[in-house]
């Protein structure tokens, strides 16, 4: 009588049940890695001060320019001086889970929105002020395709992804 026999090797069983156990730690531990490099990346774009403007300067309306007048001398900064304080206050929110994670930029100074935000005034654009919605975009669209190449790393028990 002819019996066959068949030997398994379970090392690549074994290999897979290892990964997905320790996916979650790693996937956290390498993303966390990459979040860090990204938010870096775009931190020193937003920061990114254009030279002092000597251009004509375009307002958005005259109610606009009066505001900011007024605003300049109250504040006893006419003739305008930049004092770095916007750029100073962009920061980095880092947050690590073993769902993947999450970055994000803030900058807590009222006048934010309209040098590199929603409502930027022409001659921030004219002067070549960095576009906060601009670099977010940016930095979202890589933040996710390293999300993926991550993931793929930590799964693939034979990429080399160390915890």
């Given at each position: 009588?002819?019996?066959?026999?068949?030997?398994?090797?379970?090392?690549?069983?074994?290999?897979?049940?290892?990964?997905?156990?320790?996916?979650?730690?790693q996937?956290a531990?390498?993303?966390?890695?990459q979040?860090?490099?990204?938010?870096?990346?775009?931190?020193?774009?937003?920061?990114?001060?254009?030279?002092?403007?000597?251009?004509?300067?375009?307002?958005?309306?005259?109610?606009?320019?009066i505001?900011?007048?007024?605003?300049?001398?109250?504040?006893?900064?006419?003739?305008?001086?930049?004092?770095?304080?916007?750029?100073?206050?962009?920061?980095?929110?880092?947050?690590?889970?073993?769902?993947?994670?999450?970055?994000?930029?803030?900058?807590?100074?009222?006048?934010v929105?309209f040098?590199?935000?929603?409502?930027?005034?022409?001659?921030?654009?004219?002067?070549?002020?960095?576009?906060?919605?601009?670099?977010?975009?940016?930095?979202?669209e890589?933040?996710e395709?390293?999300?993926?190449e991550?993931?793929?790393?930590?799964?693939?028990?034979?990429?080399?992804a160390?915890?």
């Amino acid at each position: 009588m002819f019996r066959p026999s068949v030997t398994v090797d379970t090392d690549i069983l074994d290999a897979i049940a290892d990964a997905a156990r320790t996916a979650p730690k790693q996937m956290a531990t390498q993303f966390k890695r990459q979040q860090q490099r990204l938010a870096s990346q775009g931190l020193e774009d937003l920061t990114a001060e254009p030279p002092e403007w000597t251009g004509k300067r375009r307002w958005k309306s005259d109610k606009q320019r009066i505001l900011v007048i007024i605003k300049l001398k109250q504040a006893d900064n006419l003739p305008y001086r930049r004092d770095h304080s916007l750029v100073k206050a962009w920061k980095v929110v880092l947050e690590a889970t073993e769902a993947g994670g999450l970055f994000a930029y803030e900058n807590n100074r009222p006048e934010v929105a309209f040098v590199q935000g929603d409502w930027t005034q022409p001659m921030h654009l004219d002067s070549g002020w960095p576009q906060a919605g601009v670099i977010v975009a940016k930095y979202r669209e890589l933040a996710e395709d390293r999300l993926i190449e991550t993931w793929y790393t930590v799964i693939d028990p034979f990429a080399g992804a160390k915890g």
